[in-house]
């Protein structure tokens, strides 16, 4: 199979520039613009604000050409496979690929409890009450490799990390409150990196469509605030990137296709646009037919030995629990379409499809004044 994410441009690499410039090790190669950008300039503070949702063709659609952040946009680049927060934050905020933190997608098969798991919810996919389940949250912590760049940087003491969140302990809430603590942060002394992470827009476009005036409304917000900021800070350089894009979907339920139904060993997981299939030992021809006859126009259907050999969830050390999470089949979405099954939600707009709305993020670089 091709793959269309550049694991040697990525949000990965950009993490790796930001982790080099800590004096972090990194597995994978650092981005060398970036490099060059923070030797040369020698920030005391660096700013990554993480807007989810808010891919590189999104902005074009909703900012003109003169806007401030269009304006600082230095490349598009891709987010790493697949295009969701799951995975993609993960990488940005610890420097390593999918395969590596066993961050795969919003649903994932938890081999040693034998459920599929709503990752970030620890709850089963098909409890509609999100009950978090001890079991789940034990296997995230043993498998999953989830320590952020900021917390490394602390317990190394030789400078300092924040990480700021809408949710979990000191949590900002809201915009002004959290674009007053990067301020705040940033005039403090010394040398410290700052990971600032902002729901939306995805968390709207979920919900209305990814071209509502709304959503424009939400990004030009976002830019007239980095706007200002950077006029306040000094001595900072700020990246403003995204995790993924954006497509409103049209949904199919597979439950309408009761002989498709009847090949899954057990429920889907990962996304409704990359959708992972466990498939009955015996039945696995009828699937690749069935699924083909059915989808074909909308999915590519990959089996799990392509999806190894590709390296699709990136290269370096494979997370323990990843050929376990993995299906027999990966169907990756190229049109408009998701795939739902017990448990999935039903969302105006979606992201981990392989088209370029969802995989192409921006790298945008603000430099403030030195003094």
């Known amino acids: 199979m091709k793959v269309k994410n550049d694991y040697n441009e990525c949000l990965t690499n950009l993490a790796c520039s930001i982790r080099k410039y800590f004096d972090l090790d990194y597995r994978h190669n650092t981005l060398s613009y970036i490099d060059k950008i923070l030797n040369e300039y020698k920030p005391k503070n660096v700013v990554t604000i993480l807007c989810d949702g808010m891919g590189s063709i999104i902005l074009d659609r909703m900012l003109d050409s003169t806007s401030f952040l269009i304006k600082n946009r230095i490349k598009t680049i891709t987010t790493v496979f697949p295009a969701t927060t799951v995975a993609a934050t993960t990488s940005m905020m610890t420097g390593l690929n999918p395969c590596e933190t066993g961050m795969l997608g919003w649903d994932m098969y938890y081999k040693d409890i034998d459920k599929t798991i709503s990752v970030y919810l620890n709850s089963d996919k098909e409890d509609p009450n999100h009950q978090p389940l001890k ?195 990966l169907a990756i979405a190229k049109t408009n379409k998701t795939l739902l099954y017990k448990g999935s939600e039903q969302l105006v707009s979606q992201h981990a499809g392989y088209t370029e709305d969802e995989i192409l993020v921006p790298l945008i670089v603000i430099k403030t004044r030195k003094n």
């Open 135 to 329: 079991d789940a949250i034990e296997y995230n912590k043993k498998h999953m490799i989830t320590k952020p760049i900021t917390a490394e940087i602390n317990e190394m003491g030789k400078y300092k990390g924040y990480s700021l969140f809408p949710f979990g302990e000191n949590s900002y809430k809201s915009l002004d409150e959290l674009f007053n603590i990067i301020e705040k942060r940033c005039n403090e002394d010394g040398k410290k990196y700052i990971y600032a992470y902002n729901p939306n827009p995805d968390s709207r476009m979920h919900e209305l469509g990814c071209d509502k005036d709304e959503i424009k409304s939400i990004i030009i917000d976002i830019n007239r605030r980095v706007k200002n900021l950077s006029k306040r800070l000094k001595d900072t350089i700020i990246f403003v990137v995204a995790d993924h894009g954006h497509h409103n979907v049209e949904d199919i339920f597979i439950k309408d296709y009761p002989d498709i139904e009847e090949c899954l060993l057990r429920n889907t997981s990962l996304e409704p646009r990359a959708v992972n299939f466990f498939i009955k030992p015996d039945m696995k021809k009828q699937f690749e037919e069935l699924f083909n006859k059915y989808f074909g126009k909308d999915f590519d259907l990959y089996s799990k030995h392509d999806i190894i050999e590709s390296k699709l969830f990136g290269d370096g050390e494979e997370n323990e629990i990843f050929r376990d999470t993995l299906g027999d089949y």
